[in-house]
């Protein structure tokens, strides 16, 4: 039996209160797939992402975590679903007043009833997986722009999910950390079977890492483009063509 997708857009129309951004956004994504959200500024990528994780319901459609829907979902079903995915956040949210171990300790302490020491151990696991290990007694204040990267996966990736979504993970890093980033998310992805849903404008790292991508626009109300890298970069759309060839729009 042919799995279901690990994340379905069923024609949502995202937006929020009243405002509509966008009114048709339609695309799967497959199980263990690297897969980017594009789109120029103010396309409607961060509100589409809310509504993916549960934050925002969308104005209309529906979006299915493996087959299961996170929009109608209620109680204890809903609470199952939100647990199945982890997430990273643009600027990392870690506490700035609990150490790395303990802002990775958090959702286990939480949500998985182990004993305090158990949870300790299974974050030092988690930061052993990212690299991290050596700054878990280290307050968030003192490490770089990339290392708090790599605590807040190791904290969204605390209760094993199945499903990673990352925000802009490689913004306002220098070119060599932003590499070591991708390498990274692509081991995790590879040795662990999880599926990772990445928003980002960050060329390189969508033409190192990507499975696959939907390129995002307001006047297409919807998904002007959907594939690999390469055919996106040859896409008969102009803007799309434009992002991945860093053209500047013509005035």
């Known amino acids: 039996m042919e799995r ?3 994340v379905e857009c069923v024609h949502v129309a995202s937006g929020y209160g009243s405002a509509l951004v966008m009114p048709d956004v339609h695309f799967s994504i497959r199980p263990g797939e690297i897969f980017f959200i594009l789109g120029g500024s103010g396309c409607g990528k961060s509100t589409l992402l809310k509504h993916m994780i549960g934050l925002e319901p969308p104005l209309g459609g529906d979006i299915r975590l493996f087959g299961e829907s996170i929009v109608a979902a209620e109680g204890a079903a809903r609470q199952r679903l939100l647990r199945s995915f982890g997430m990273m956040y643009q600027q990392g949210a870690l506490f700035g007043n609990l150490t790395v171990l303990e802002n990775v300790c958090l959702p286990l302490e939480e949500f998985s009833g182990l004993p305090a020491a158990l949870c300790a151990d299974v974050a030092r696991r988690k930061l052993a997986q990212v690299g991290l290990l050596a700054q878990a007694e280290a307050m968030p204040a003192s490490l770089s722009g990339g290392q708090c990267k790599r605590a807040a ?11 990673l979504f990352l925000d802009e993970p490689s913004a306002g890093l220098d070119p060599v950390t932003s590499a070591g980033l991708d390498a990274l998310i692509v081991r995790l992805s590879r040795t662990l079977g999880m599926t990772v849903v990445i928003v980002s404008h ?14 995002l626009d307001r006047s297409a109300g919807g998904v002007l483009a959907a594939g690999a890298p390469a055919a996106l970069r040859e896409s008969e759309h102009p803007a799309v063509r434009a992002f991945f060839r860093r053209e500047a729009e013509r005035s």
């Open 153 to 163: 996966i190791a904290r969204a990736m605390a209760l094993d999910p199945k499903l």
């Open 4 to 6: 279901p997708a690990a």
């Open 202 to 215: 960050e060329l390189a790292s969508i033409e190192a890492i990507a499975d696959r991508a939907v390129y």
